[in-house]
């Protein structure tokens, strides 16, 4: 196991076929526990807006909340790659501000600044600052309102706008990029097609590797989505815990003499 997953090292581990695994993670305490489990990967996703802060999508989230949540979540992890979404406006006017972004996002601790859609022009000039950029195609939640919704992209032979935005994601010089919602078969056209490495969410298994966001997986967020699955779920043990303590206060149980300190003589 290396001590330091890096950036150059996704598009080697996909020419020798290993999967890449990547989790969400916001602050210290998840991070340092991906970390400790072996995940390659820490994603601070422009996601925290849904299940950290609560909004309906991720639109409303700022710089200022990817520069804060990114500065926590890499105080802790030691092997793990640190990428950083690049929140919405911040990189769609021109390729100054892109770059202006992401630099904020490396000072902040992101080893790795990820943006929606084909933004070729961007990708390039951050590349060009020393920078290296995730992509993410096909369904870009920056882009609900204009799809309409979270919803698969590239079925019933539209696959091919798809197709497209990936190879310009590619050809612009991304090290990688999640496929998020579109067909298996297309996942794996792709994947075959394009340099970098693909992760998938929602988007099968022959992809390089796979992302999922931390609170579907482990049952904390209020969803249960058919691109995830429950790998424990710990929203039911939070409550049991909490109920038990509210009982306990309320009856006296707690604190006892073992939680409680005497005077010592």
Not at 70 to 93: E, K, N, W
């Amino acid at each position: 196991m290396p001590s330091k997953i890096t950036a150059p090292m996704l598009r080697e581990m996909k020419r020798k076929g290993e999967k890449i695994s990547m989790i969400t993670a916001y602050d210290a305490a998840f991070a340092r526990l991906a970390d400790e489990a072996g995940v390659d990967a820490i994603l601070v996703g422009d996601s925290l807006g849904n299940v950290m802060l609560g909004y309906h999508t991720t639109l409303p989230v700022s710089m200022e909340a990817m520069v804060h949540h990114t500065r926590a979540v890499a105080s802790s992890p030691r092997r793990a790659l640190i990428i950083s979404d690049m929140p919405f406006g911040s990189y769609q006017a021109s390729p100054e501000d892109a770059v202006r972004a992401a630099v904020e996002l490396v000072k902040a601790g992101a080893e790795v600044v990820k943006l929606e859609g084909p933004y070729h022009e961007a990708i390039r000039a951050i590349t060009r600052a020393g920078i290296p950029v995730f992509g993410h195609v096909g369904m870009t939640p920056q882009s609900v309102n204009l799809f309409g919704g979270h919803k698969v992209q590239g079925r019933n032979g539209r696959g091919q706008p798809v197709i497209e935005a990936a190879k310009t994601v590619d050809e612009a010089g991304a090290i990688g990029m999640v496929l998020e919602l579109v067909p298996r078969a297309l996942a794996c056209e792709i994947t075959r097609s394009v340099g970098c490495a693909t992760i998938g969410i929602g988007a099968g298994p022959e992809c390089d590797g796979q992302v999922l966001v931390m609170h579907d997986m482990l049952g904390l967020g209020e969803g249960d989505f058919k691109h995830s699955k429950f790998y424990a779920k710990l929203g039911e043990q939070v409550v049991a815990a909490f109920k038990q303590y509210s009982d306990e206060v309320k009856s006296g149980a707690f604190p006892d003499a073992e939680h409680s300190f005497e005077d010592r003589p």
